[in-house]
């Protein structure tokens, strides 16, 4: 069965410092992947995607990501987080017959 | 470009009652999906349609239909309205092949049962 997993459900991280959010995923085939984001009372919006070629790819917002085909990883990495990135991150798998699914999403707080 | 629009953005509905959740999307998107998130779940796809006349289920479709009519539109019914589907809805349309293959989501619409 396909599935999604983001380990983390909440990370804090002080402003400054580098941030990395995990995903895993298990599909028969490598899905499309994505990450998005979601501020509290907001809709989702969508800070980079994967299907295929290099595998760092950058987003928008100064956001990355690593796809890892040997470990069915897709990580989400920024290297100087901002007070404004405190949002809700879902990774975001969508296989060849278009059917989207999503983590469980990990909140990030950032401190002063 | 108006996306992907949901309405009614809120809705109080009583046990028993029946509604439906529009959506409407003017992006010619093949592609259309529904979820439903609750807090700490993330979101949970309910159906999902790859074109007019085509619908999914997706995780959750108990107590909901859906139907394809048109390209654009992809509404939700809810039958019987129960507390268990007090929740934030969101509909999304995506589009075909490798050049832009992400799903857009309009704002969503909170529903609470009562």
């Known amino acids: 069965a396909q599935s999604v997993t983001q380990p983390d459900i909440h990370i804090t991280v002080s402003e400054g410092a580098s941030l990395e959010l995990r995903c895993n995923y298990s599909?028969?085939?490598?899905?499309?992947l994505f990450w998005y984001v979601q501020s509290p009372g907001q809709g989702l919006q969508l800070l980079l995607k994967y299907f295929s070629g290099d595998t760092l790819v950058q987003g928008i917002k100064g956001f990355e990501a690593e796809f890892k085909r040997s470990q069915s990883s897709f990580n989400l990495r920024k290297p100087s987080v901002h007070w404004s990135d405190a949002a809700e991150y879902f990774c975001a798998p969508r296989s060849n017959d278009y059917k989207l699914s999503f983590g469980a999403g990990t909140t990030v707080t950032v401190r002063a | 470009n108006a996306g992907v629009t949901q309405t009614p953005k809120f809705r109080i509905l009583k046990i028993g009652q029946s509604m439906t959740l529009q959506c409407t999307q003017d992006?010619?998107?093949?592609?259309m999906y529904w979820y439903r998130q609750d807090p700490g779940m993330g979101l949970k796809l309910i159906y999902y349609?790859?074109?007019?006349?085509?619908?999914d289920k997706g995780e959750v479709p108990n107590g909901y239909n859906v139907s394809r009519s048109t390209t654009e539109d992809f509404p939700l019914r809810l039958e019987l309205a129960a507390p268990s589907q007090t929740s934030v809805y969101f509909c999304?349309?995506?589009?075909?092949?490798?050049?832009?293959?992400?799903?857009?989501f309009g704002q969503g619409t909170r529903l609470t049962v009562v």
């Open positions: 999304a349309s995506g589009g075909v092949g490798t050049l832009a293959p992400e799903a857009f």
């Open positions: 599909y028969g085939a490598t899905p499309y």
């Open positions: 992006m010619n998107h093949n592609y």
């Open positions: 349609s790859v074109g007019a006349g085509i619908t």
